[in-house]
C-alpha cells in the first residue's frame, strides 16, 4: 500500500457526493433514497480511499464492505443510543438507526461495482 493523489477517484468521490446529498435532500420515494443511497455509500467510500491509496483494489472493496456491514450490524443494537447521537439529526443520519437485511443487499451490490474498478 502507498501513498498517492488520484484526480480520477477524486472526481468519482464528488460526483457520487454531490448525487448523495441530492438524493437526500430532494427525494423522498420508497426506492432510490434508501437503496440506491446504500449502494452508492459503499462507492462513495470506496473512492473516498482510492484517491490516497495505491492498494489491491480487491482487499479495498472487501474492507470497505465489511466496514459496512459492521456499521449495520451496530445498527441493530441502536450503537447511536450508545454514543448518545439519538437527538442529533445529523449524525442519526450519518450512522443510521435502523438494521435493514435489505441495507446488506445495497452494500454488496456497491461492493461488486467497486470491483468493476481498475487501478
Request: charged share 15%; glycine share 6%.
Amino acid at each position: 500500500m502507498k501513498l498517492t493523489f488520484n484526480l480520477k477517484f477524486l472526481f468519482i468521490f464528488l460526483a457520487i457526493f454531490l448525487i448523495e446529498v441530492l438524493i437526500a435532500k430532494y427525494l423522498h420515494d420508497a426506492f432510490i433514497r434508501p437503496f440506491g443511497g446504500d449502494v452508492l455509500v459503499v462507492v462513495l467510500i470506496y473512492a473516498f480511499f482510492r484517491i490516497f491509496l495505491v492498494t489491491n483494489n480487491k482487499r479495498l472493496a472487501f474492507g470497505v464492505l465489511l466496514f459496512s456491514f459492521i456499521i449495520e450490524f451496530l445498527q441493530a443494537v441502536h450503537y447511536v443510543n450508545w454514543l448518545g447521537l439519538q437527538d442529533n439529526k445529523f449524525w442519526s443520519i450519518v450512522l443510521g438507526t435502523y438494521f435493514s437485511v435489505y441495507d446488506l443487499l445495497a452494500y454488496f451490490i456497491g461492493y461488486l461495482i467497486c470491483l468493476c474498478f481498475k487501478g
